[in-house]
């Protein structure tokens, strides 16, 4: 069994900082991309920054040189640092994960889901 435990959602002023943490668990043989989606009340999931084991990172324009998402390989752990927040960044983030799990012979490759934490810019 593999769980996604996000942190770091809040309530900030525009302008404002906030960080997100989300830290995978369970039986892993290997994280591969990991992400953050974002959905906004009556909208789709938008996906807002993936990183690659490798570290290779890519961002939704809106959030270009405001938004630096890192991950802790060893720790199976992925951070989204959240700089000049505006209102429209309002929204439930997802932690995304592309999972590798099972044993040598018998392993599956899966998407995985945190349960979300809600990020609240006020004008």
């Known amino acids: 069994q593999v769980q996604l435990v996000e942190s770091g959602g809040g309530?900030?002023?525009?302008?404002g900082s906030l960080r997100l943490s989300c830290v995978a668990s369970g039986n892993i043989v290997s994280v591969n991309v990991?992400?953050?989606y974002r959905q906004h009340p009556g909208k789709q999931r938008e996906l807002v920054a993936s990183?690659?084991?490798?570290?290779?990172s890519d961002y939704v324009e809106s959030v270009k040189d405001?938004?630096?998402?890192?991950?802790?390989?060893?720790?199976?752990?992925?951070?989204?640092?959240?700089?000049?927040?505006k209102p429209e960044d309002s929204a439930v983030y997802y932690c995304n994960a592309?999972?590798?799990?099972?044993?040598?012979?018998?392993?599956t490759t899966s998407v995985y889901w945190?349960?979300?934490?809600?990020v609240t810019?006020?004008?």
């Not at 405001?66 to 927040?85: A, D, E, G």
């Not at 945190?114 to 809600?118: A, F, I, L, V």
């Open 34 to 36: 990991m992400g953050w």
């Open 98 to 107: 592309d999972i590798t799990t099972g044993i040598s012979w018998l392993r």
């Open 121 to 123: 810019v006020s004008s």
């Open 66 to 85: 405001r938004f630096t998402i890192t991950r802790i390989n060893p720790k199976n752990t992925v951070y989204m640092q959240m700089n000049s927040l």
């Open 11 to 15: 309530l900030v002023q525009a302008g």
């Open 51 to 56: 990183i690659t084991s490798g570290g290779i």
């Open 114 to 118: 945190g349960q979300g934490t809600q």
